[in-house]
């Protein structure tokens, strides 16, 4: 069985390798069979995996495999978008919220599942938990001068 430390540490840097690292230059994604991309990375005896479909709004899952099984024993699904009525533009806004992520991911201290402030200018990330790993709701908040311009909500599930 993968211990918290085991899982954070997998769902980190999978997280911090497709996600933070993308940039215009550099995809770690495939074209995908079910979803519009998808990406693994090999850890030991787990596999990660992150297939998303589209860009506004979007949708994916997470998946840790034990390698040898091929069972899952994470799973997360998440939803995003951007609101089209904000007063800053998209890119703006999903370029923030990569970049918050990708703090919160370097600074959590290996605990992923910390609730997380992050500000800069006139831009707020606020990530918040409830629930435990059996059950885990993530809620991603994005704000611009104050008005909510971004959202995403994810839910993860361990298998024990």
């Not at 840790?64 to 890119?91: H, Q």
Request: proline residues 3%; hydrophobic residues 35%.
């Amino acid at each position: 069985m993968v211990t918290r430390k085991q899982l954070f540490s997998l769902l980190i840097l999978g997280r911090t390798e497709c996600y933070v690292k993308k940039n215009p230059t550099y995809n770690p994604y495939v074209p995908g069979d079910i979803y519009d991309w998808h990406f693994e990375l090999e850890q030991g005896k787990y596999l990660f995996t992150d297939s998303y479909r589209g860009f506004n709004p979007y949708s994916g899952v997470e998946y840790i495999y034990t390698k040898d099984l091929r069972e899952p024993i994470w799973a997360c699904d998440y939803v995003g978008n951007v609101r089209m009525n904000s007063f800053v533009s998209e890119k703006d806004i999903y370029e923030f919220l990569k970049k918050a992520r990708g703090i919160h991911l370097l600074n959590c201290g290996g605990d992923l599942a910390t609730e997380y402030f992050y500000k800069d200018g006139e831009f707020v990330y606020q990530l918040r938990f409830s629930g435990n790993l059996n059950a885990i709701l993530q809620t991603e908040e994005i704000y611009y001068r104050g008005t909510l311009v971004g959202t995403q909500v994810s839910a993860g599930y361990l298998k024990v």
